[in-house]
């Protein structure tokens, strides 16, 4: 790591750390916060809830593909200027969706919002990967994970309730305000946290180097299980929403209560993750939460396709899937960085490119199979569930060259 660390490196990692959250944070509160909103714009703008849908899985495509462009530009450029300008250009997305007239407008200025806010999803990895080495970047990434965490249980509730008492637009505004204190907070803790390549870009070395990721076996199959993780989220996500206000009758402003407790295992599974690193090894980690998860969506698709659908038992499902993901989005990212010598800020672009990517065709496909059912989600996740399966046994093969 080429930068001056000062006298008390940890004071410094944990401000760095703290400026990353509250990025994520702001990032993630552009999706959580409106989704209470979203069974009632279908009637606000006069058209399909498939449609409205469109606004979080096209939100997600943006997020996840223009993490391959700040990828690189954070290596040839630095780290800070990259995630300046994501903030910037985020917050004033976010008021432009305020001020939508249309669901055309709101879809188009909803994709503005990924656009700018892929910066701090690539830079996380990579600067976390700048400060901290093995076990330590196990534990930095559980304490971030368990952090940004609260934003998915928070978000809804406070969202439920301003959209009750001044509508979905102030949503937004609020989300504006929030990203312009967070560029603010990134502006002054947020030092260069690499040694920047030059401004000479090199597209065919980029080229090759995303190419050399694609073909590496091991990097992938730890990308796609983060992914199918991701999945799992965005397809919660997406139809919790519709399942929870529109079918089962949850009132808007109480939505967010039943988010609380899949983000609380979420948690506590990132503590639980924390103290076992070190003691047990990250495999058996990563394969014990990963059958966990697995629980969870089968659990899911057998109450759903036996048309049991209650509302205790989808909490309780979700909160099951979500406990098992905590050791995979621990281990897994951290896992494929180290199969890799590309340079941290591309192979960072690209672990997260492909987890938002595949979240994004989870959501997607829950809008084209829309049917009033839960059946969609649990399908989904079903696919979701082989393709990590997959992943991990690919992975195992190759488990004596960890």
Request: glycine residues 8%.
């Amino acid at each position: 790591m080429d930068i001056q660390v000062r006298a008390n490196p940890k004071k410094r990692q944990a401000a760095i750390l703290t400026g990353l959250i509250m990025a994520t944070v702001s990032a993630m509160m552009s999706t959580h916060l409106y989704t209470p909103s979203m069974p009632h714009l279908s009637d606000y703008f006069q058209t399909t809830p498939a449609v409205v849908k469109l606004s979080l899985s096209l939100n997600a495509l943006a997020f996840g593909c223009m993490q391959i462009v700040y990828g690189p530009l954070s290596d040839r450029l630095g780290r800070r200027p990259i995630m300046l300008l994501g903030m910037v250009g985020f917050s004033l997305a976010s008021l432009i969706c305020a001020l939508a007239q249309t669901i055309s407008q709101l879809i188009v200025m909803r994709i503005g919002q990924g656009l700018f806010s892929a910066a701090e999803a690539v830079l996380v990895y990579a600067i976390i990967h700048d400060y901290f080495e093995d076990a330590d970047m196990v534990r930095a990434l559980a304490i971030y994970g368990m952090a940004v965490a609260l934003a998915p249980a928070t978000a809804p509730i406070i969202g439920g309730y301003i959209h009750v008492w001044l509508g979905w637009r102030f949503n937004f505004i609020l989300i504006a305000l929030i990203g312009c204190l967070t560029t603010l907070m990134i502006w002054r803790v947020l030092p260069e946290t690499s040694t920047p390549q030059g401004s000479d870009i090199q597209l065919g070395r980029i080229v090759r180097d995303y190419g050399n990721l694609l073909g590496n076996k091991h990097f992938m199959n730890y990308a796609v299980m983060t992914g199918a993780g991701s999945g799992f989220i965005m397809a919660m996500v997406t139809s919790g929403p519709f399942i929870l206000i529109s079918y089962l009758g949850v009132p808007v402003q109480n939505y967010g209560l039943f988010m609380v407790g899949p983000v609380s295992t979420y948690i506590i599974s990132n503590l639980i993750t924390r103290q076992l690193v070190g003691r047990f090894d990250m495999v058996t980690i990563l394969k014990t939460g990963i059958g966990i998860a697995a629980i969870g969506a089968l659990s899911l698709a057998l109450m759903v396709f036996s048309d049991n659908v209650s509302l205790a038992g989808l909490v309780s499902i979700f909160s099951l899937t979500t406990f098992g993901l905590g050791p995979v989005w621990a281990i897994a990212p951290m896992k494929a960085l180290h199969t890799t010598d590309r340079p941290t800020g591309i192979a960072s672009a690209m672990i997260n490119t492909v987890p938002m990517i595949m979240g994004a065709l989870a959501a997607l496909s829950l809008s084209i199979f829309h049917d009033d059912t839960a059946r969609p989600l649990a399908g989904t996740i079903l696919g979701l569930l082989l393709i990590a399966v997959i992943s991990y046994l690919a992975a195992a093969r190759k488990q004596e060259n960890f």
